[in-house]
């Protein structure tokens, strides 16, 4: 029997923490200085050095990268969606520039994310070259090899949705050349075809998640890279980079788009990626029913169950209450750090499926929070939202939340209390009892994702057809949403290809809001202009002297996006000094 060598993955704060940012994606990072022998003499070594080239693949749904990754322009404190019209935090630098459109190449947010990303793009070389020496099996050896060939077409994935095109280095760790390389980027369809190829090419050498030793989950599995195939090839295929591409300059525009023309070829291939995903059956939406619980139960459940069939690719950690400590309000032990803005309660419709401005919907402004989409209750905490009693499993009537005037000020600027009138519970273990050891790991690809591109690309191909409608369904069902008398869970029968694509772009929204998404979505959909570009707004809410509540929508922020330039972050100055053939954006 072939000895089995396990590897945990582990955030490995205390290693991030000490490496020492660099000017150039080419310089050496600590763990990677460390002499080669040393590290691939020894099988411990030599899987640590892979494990920590895993430590970065949760940047965007980690909530304090200030403390993942340090940035040469200021602390990058926010989460995700701190930086997008749904959430409010305290801003400092560089995310404060961000949200006022006075970011630069020079203090852009993501400049730290270029070196991080190529200094693992680097140590992903240096593994894969150097395994075939170390004291490992020969099936360990071919596994990690694979892991390491992933985790660059990840990171490469990750570089791409933020710059568009970047440059491909191949399988060279450039620090062993002898003479000066061309550097600059490859075109936007070169790298979008890379790692469609990388991935098909390394899941052949990987479990599938059912394969997989029980002790080994968090690695790297074939479905991972299949699913990071369907996310990329649906990013390609959405209107910023097909046929929507914003600037006409010959050098440029190969660099920000798939193509100069629309080519609904793009959607036929990420509608099949999808499928690919969804045809290995090893990924399912993730129930766990538990009647007369709270609404939603799955949708809450799903994310405090470490392993489950939902997560294509999780973040591993250990057990924390780090959501917890950030989002809640002090009174619960938090810091209020991330506040919900309007803009995303809004998003969330009601619990029969239908948007809150429909007529039919029932919404009633009067009472704002009444009969919502499950999802509202799992992911927002309002004036007057119940606290889950975790040992009656169900909704408290007593222990309950307060926001109304007095902690809210008009202006919205209370240090460390809601700028908004709303707090984060998304992800959260937000029962009553103790919650200091909450076992969970966080999402980076998760099966909803491909449910919903499946959907988009369908749509795009073909129009609402009763396929498409059973992707929705299968979202809401387990959302919680009513189905209804006529089981269509809120959705008109006769909804036209624009209706169907803005009722999949709102799934996107209220499924995925505080995972990191809804920044990268508005890009790839060509419509951050509008939704990332008008007031961040929140709720007043007061008690009057019949111990009833009036509310009253405020504005907490304004924020900017500068339009067309803010599509791409820019390459960061310091390296676009360092070659005449190294592009920039268009706009910077």
């Not at 609904?264 to 509608?271: E, I, N, S």
């Amino acid at each position: 029997m072939k000895k089995k060598i396990a590897l945990y993955i582990i955030c490995g704060l205390t290693v991030m923490a000490a490496c020492k940012k660099s000017d150039s994606f080419l310089d050496k990072r600590q763990t990677e200085s460390l002499n080669e022998q040393v590290v691939f003499s020894d099988s411990a070594k030599t899987l640590q050095f892979l494990n920590d080239v895993y430590a970065y693949t949760g940047m965007d749904v980690y909530y304090f990268r200030y403390s993942y990754i340090k940035s040469p322009v200021g602390n990058d404190y926010s989460c995700m969606e701190d930086k997008t019209s749904h959430s409010i935090s305290f801003y400092s630098e560089p995310q404060a520039s961000l949200m006022t459109g006075a970011s630069t190449a020079r203090n852009y947010f993501t400049n730290n994310y270029w070196s991080t990303y190529y200094s693992k793009i680097r140590a992903c070389n240096q593994y894969m070259k150097k395994v075939q020496g170390a004291p490992l099996s020969s099936e360990m050896k071919v596994r990690t090899a694979a892991e390491a060939r992933y985790l660059r077409a990840f990171y490469y994935a990750q570089l791409v949705r933020s710059f568009g095109a970047v440059m491909l280095v191949g399988d060279t760790v450039f620090s062993e050349l002898a003479t000066p390389i061309e550097y600059k980027r490859n075109t936007f369809k070169e790298c979008i075809d890379y790692i469609a190829q990388e991935c098909d090419a390394v899941a052949q050498y990987l479990p599938s998640a059912t394969e997989q030793l029980p002790q080994d989950y968090g690695r790297i599995t074939s479905g991972m890279c299949y699913g990071l195939k369907a996310r990329m090839l649906v990013y390609a295929a959405s209107p910023l980079f097909n046929g929507g591409a914003i600037t006409d300059d010959p050098e440029l525009q190969p660099l920000v788009s798939y193509g100069s023309n629309y080519d609904p070829q793009l959607w036929q291939r990420a509608a099949n990626a999808c499928k690919d995903v969804m045809n290995l059956g090893d990924y399912h939406l993730y129930t766990n029913d538990l009647p007369g619980a709270r609404d939603g139960y799955s949708f809450w459940k799903l994310f405090l169950t470490r392993k489950n069939v939902e997560y294509i690719q999780p973040f591993m950690i250990g057990n924390n209450t780090n959501l917890e400590g950030a989002w809640f309000p002090i009174s619960r032990g938090g810091s209020g750090w991330s506040t919900p803005t309007q803009n995303l309660v809004d998003a969330f419709g009601m619990r029969n499926g239908k948007r809150i401005s429909d007529p039919a919907s029932g919404y009633d402004p009067e009472h704002p929070y009444d009969n919502r989409d499950p999802r509202f209750y799992n992911s927002i905490i309002f004036n007057q939202a119940r606290i889950y009693n975790n040992s009656t499993k169900k909704m408290d009537p007593i222990n309950i939340y307060r926001t109304w005037q007095g902690q809210l000020t008009p202006d919205g600027l209370q240090t460390y209390k809601t700028k908004t009138g709303y707090y984060s519970r998304k992800m959260c273990n937000d029962s009553t009892g103790d919650y200091s050891s909450q076992s969970r790991v966080y999402p980076v690809i998760r099966y909803a994702e491909i449910i919903l591109g499946y959907a988009e690309a369908m749509n795009e191909l073909n129009g609402p057809t009763a396929e498409v409608y059973d992707m929705l369904y299968q979202i809401r069902e387990r959302a919680g949403v009513d189905p209804g008398v006529d089981g269509r869970y809120g959705l008109s029968a006769t909804l036209s290809k624009e209706d169907m694509r803005s009722i999949i772009r709102n799934e996107y929204e209220v499924e995925f809001a505080y995972e990191g998404h809804w920044y990268y979505d508005t890009r790839r959909w060509k419509t951050a202009e509008v939704t990332e570009n008008i007031p961040m707004q929140g709720m007043m809410v007061t008690k009057e002297q019949d111990d009833s509540w009036s509310y009253e929508k405020i504005t907490a922020m304004s924020a900017v996006f500068l339009a067309p330039k803010m599509y791409f972050a820019p390459i960061p100055f310091n390296e676009i000094t360092k070659s005449a053939v190294l592009y920039q954006n268009p706009g910077w």
